[in-house]
């Protein structure tokens, strides 16, 4: 979880204050500009209030606003999730999590939290091997895992795809560190949106928040992103259920092929994501 916390640490501290110092000075030549007037400028009388125009006070405030709060809300809920023990301790609770329909209803509901909020999901889906077994664990991981992701990918569109657009539009020509690199995986998601997603899930290496905000905040539609992060999990859902259902059922055979299937998992994704890359 580090990188996840230092990329939206950088974000936080470095991208957004650097924003909101740089927006008034824009607001304020506005200004300055509509005062003089086209007169004193010699400009013609549509461009003297043209860049006023360009950056709406509403807009400004917005793609302000909204990338801090997705962010402090994000950042709050995962020191919130692993800090206080329920969540833990409730997908540790298998009697509870058995008990009908209500049990069901109580692991999906805290692993679309966990999930959304970019916890491992791996634990969660070693948790449901354990209590439901292979079929129904992996079944409910994934329903977890799918809803999870497309909270946090609506959250993420809601909060940064305006800031994104509207900054990546201002920062073109000299482009920094961090837009450069959004730039890469905005362009591959554009072409790829389906194939880049799906590769990615498969890879053992990354964060699938960064995903879920990436693919938030760069206009992929809604349909390949839930598909695609419902077949792409799927390998690593059923590995880690396997782990889990083997632990509890004490088959060290299902522990092996989990293994196996984690490798050929993992070289699958990075074969397809140089195939991608190179197109």
Same mark, same amino acid.
């Given at each position: @979880? ?5 990329? /939206? ?5 470095? #991208? ?8 008034? @000075?824009?607001? *304020? ?24 125009? +360009? #950056? ?12 801090? /709060? ?34 069901? &209803? ?12 970019? /916890?491992?999901? *791996? ?9 439901? $077994? ?11 895992? #799918?809803? $999870? ?26 482009? %920094?560190?961090?837009?450069?690199? &959004?730039?890469?995986?905005?362009? @591959? ?15 053992? #290496? ?37 782990? $889990?259902?083997? +632990?509890?059922?004490?088959?060290? %055979? ?14 699958? $994704?990075?074969? &397809? ?7």
């Amino acid at each position: @979880m580090l990188p996840v916390y230092r990329a /939206l640490a950088t974000v936080s501290k470095e #991208v957004l204050p650097r924003l909101m110092r740089e927006t008034p @000075m824009r607001k *304020q030549t506005g200004s300055h500009e509509r005062n003089v007037g086209p007169a004193s400028s010699g400009a013609p009388e549509g461009a003297a209030t043209g860049e006023a125009k +360009a #950056v709406p006070d509403g807009m400004s405030r917005a793609s302000l606003l909204r990338p801090a /709060l997705m962010l402090a809300v994000l950042v709050a809920g995962m020191l919130l999730l692993r800090e206080v023990p329920g969540v833990h301790a409730l997908l540790g609770d298998t009697v509870r999590l058995r008990q009908g329909v209500g049990g069901r &209803l109580l692991f999906c509901l805290a692993g679309a939290v966990w999930c959304l909020f970019g /916890l491992p999901r *791996q634990l969660l889906c070693f948790a449901a091997g354990v209590t439901y $077994g292979l079929v129904e664990g992996t079944a409910l991981a994934t329903l977890c895992t #799918v809803t $999870g992701s497309v909270g946090c990918f609506f959250w993420a569109r809601w909060g940064g795809r305006e800031w994104v657009r509207l900054h990546m539009e201002r920062k073109q020509e000299t482009p %920094g560190f961090l837009l450069r690199h &959004l730039g890469r995986v905005t362009a @591959m998601l554009q072409r790829h949106p389906f194939e880049a997603i799906v590769i990615l899930r498969l890879l053992p #290496v990354g964060s699938s928040l960064l995903l879920n905000l990436f693919a938030g905040v760069t206009g992929v539609a809604f349909a390949p992103f839930a598909a695609a992060t419902l077949v792409g999990s799927l390998p690593q859902t059923v590995i880690f259920v396997l782990l $889990g259902s083997g +632990a509890q059922f004490g088959g060290m %055979g299902r522990a092996v092929t989990a293994i196996i299937l984690f490798i050929v998992s993992g070289w699958v $994704g990075y074969r &397809l994501l140089r195939r991608v890359v190179r197109e």
